[in-house]
């Protein structure tokens, strides 16, 4: 479970009130932990999976590593545009980030696909909790940006579950 972790807030001349960046950065600095730590899980899934398909999933686990590496910077520098100070180091992320620790010693494709599509469905939901609060907040620049974040988690869910619905 994430933990509150007080964040610095800059002055800045966005335009948006002080009180609602600074619960945009409290959600943002979540959001920022549980993507460095997933993308870091679809390396590791990358490098030790084996299987018959090996070739097709260690290179989708490649792409979904590139496309969580775009949420990671996309997440920082929106949170630090309104005036936050990103915590984006591996420390922060494994005190912050809202997913269970990605296991060691998973070997097979179909393994390593179901394990990591939790880790996606569980974000994806958090991040649909974040765009409702983003809403409520009145900041909808970080509901737009969640927005695709979601959409992009969804669309990797369909991907790696494809693998092992039929
Ligand atoms: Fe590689």
């Not at 409290?26 to 030790?48: P, R």
């Not at 997440?75 to 922060?92: K, M, S």
């Not at 696909?113 to 009145?138: D, N, Q, V």
Request: glycine residues 6%.
């Amino acid at each position: 479970m994430a933990k509150t972790t007080k964040t610095k807030m800059h002055k800045t001349m966005n335009p948006i009130s002080e009180n609602i960046r600074g619960s945009m950065v409290e959600l943002l600095q979540t959001h920022l932990a549980t993507a460095v730590d997933i993308t870091y899980q679809t390396k590791q899934a990358h490098w030790n999976v084996k299987g018959m398909n090996f070739i097709a999933v260690h290179e989708l686990f490649d792409d979904l590593h590139e496309e969580t590496e775009e949420y990671v910077d996309t997440i920082a520098e929106r949170l630090t545009a309104i005036g936050g100070q990103a915590h984006g180091t591996v420390q922060a992320a494994s005190e912050n980030s809202l997913l269970d620790p990605y296991p060691l010693d998973l070997v097979k494709s179909e393994d390593h696909l179901k394990r990591l599509t939790e880790s996606y469905a569980k974000w994806s939901a958090a991040i649909e909790k974040g765009i409702e609060e983003a809403s409520e907040a009145g900041d909808p620049l970080t509901e737009d940006l969640l927005t695709a974040v979601g959409r992009g988690l969804d669309k990797g869910i369909y991907f790696m579950e494809s693998h092992f619905q039929a």
